[in-house]
């Protein structure tokens, strides 16, 4: 959603109704969840964004319930996450996105390339974070020495999160201390939370969790 919003489109870019899983723009703006912001005369275009957080957050909601197909109810599960985030409980965080994820049918991640599965991962984390959109969330946030996978800051604490797919949590840690992704929090008087993880593309979920 972040490469689709938030963007200047001509209007045949989103006012057909012939949209697929590939163009999704025009059903997306039909249905309302989209409005126009502004227009650009000298280019005929037309900026597409949600009106506010509250559409926001309900279109990502109804995409997560209706894309990853969860068995557990997904407003209890995000309130949940949110109370662990502000009490700096990390085991129960993992415990949490653990369940989560295994509560998603095989059938959503039965991919048939390696890339796929990836991508399946990524996808499914994204969604899951911008649903906690009660705090600062950066997904692929870029540095001067990379991307980190994910930050969440909180009044109190701020999570650095590394993932990897079929890998081990120590690889993540070592990642995120190699790459210096804690360094623009050195002087951050909150409690900063490094944490490494590596989802299994066999069970689907969290193979591999650590917190430094």
């Keep these: 959603m972040n490469e689709l919003t938030g963007k200047y489109y001509r209007t045949e870019e989103f006012i057909d109704y012939k949209a697929d899983v590939e163009r999704p723009l025009p059903m997306i703006y039909q249905s309302g969840y989209l409005t126009i912001k502004d ?8 900026l597409l964004d949600f009106p506010n957080n509250e559409v926001k957050n309900g279109f990502l909601t109804a995409v997560a319930s209706s894309y990853l197909k969860p068995s557990e109810e997904t407003g209890g599960w995000i309130r949940d996450v949110v109370r662990t985030l502000r009490a700096g409980d990390t085991d129960r965080l993992c415990s949490l996105f653990t369940s989560f994820l295994s509560s998603i049918p095989y059938t959503m991640r039965r991919k048939e390339d390696e890339r796929e599965r990836e991508r399946y991962f990524q996808y499914t984390f994204y969604l899951i974070l911008r649903l906690i959109s009660v705090y600062t969330v950066y997904v692929e946030k870029v540095q001067s020495q990379g991307r980190v996978d994910c930050v969440l800051e909180t ?23 190699e790459k210096g ?8 008087t909150r409690t900063l939370y490094k944490i490494g993880a590596s989802f299994s593309s066999e ?3 969290i193979g591999d969790w650590k917190t430094v």
């Design 39 to 46: 227009y650009d005369m000298e280019f005929n275009t037309f």
């Design 181 to 188: 992704y804690a360094n623009e929090y050195a002087s951050d």
């Design 155 to 177: 009044p109190q604490y701020v999570y650095i999160f590394e993932f990897k797919l079929d890998g081990t949590a120590d690889d993540a840690l070592r990642q995120i201390e």
């Design 203 to 205: 069970t689907g979920t």
